[in-house]
């Protein structure tokens, strides 16, 4: 059993900038293909980005692209998402979650075996 959890969220104007970061529990961290995913009120969960298991290969949703940097760091168990340039649209829960996929990246919620409880990041206008 793995366990995430989020930090980091918050309130922040557009054009701001906030860092999430997720800490996971376990020995095997490295394995895992980890991802973010953020769900808006009334909407369904959507992927934002993920990072393969060496933080070598890193994949962003067309909406972030640019703007959020996904990375991690296995010595200490942590994910973190850097955003920028923030828009009120990507007001949302955001939920760190792990893949025990080691291929490529993958964006389906489907693929993500566990699943942290999640953290509110609010953009005004």
């Known amino acids: 059993q793995v366990q995430l959890v989020e930090s980091g969220g918050g309130l922040v104007q557009a054009g701001g900038s906030l860092r999430l970061s997720c800490a996971a529990s376990?020995?095997?961290?490295?394995?895992?293909?980890m991802g973010w995913f953020r769900q808006a009120p009334g909407k369904e969960r959507e992927f934002v980005a993920a990072i393969s298991t060496s933080g070598w290969s890193t994949y962003y949703a067309d909406s972030v692209k640019g703007r959020f940097i996904i990375s991690r760091d296995n010595a200490k168990n942590t994910v973190s998402l850097s955003m920028n340039s923030l828009k009120p649209e990507d007001t949302a829960v955001y939920y760190c979650?792990?893949?025990?996929?080691?291929?490529?990246?993958?964006?389906?919620?489907?693929?993500?075996?566990?699943w942290g409880q999640g953290t509110q990041v609010t953009v005004s206008s």
């Open positions: 376990g020995r095997t961290f490295s394995s895992y293909t």
């Open positions: 979650a792990a893949d025990r996929w080691t291929g490529r990246v993958r964006v389906g919620r489907e693929s993500y075996d566990y």
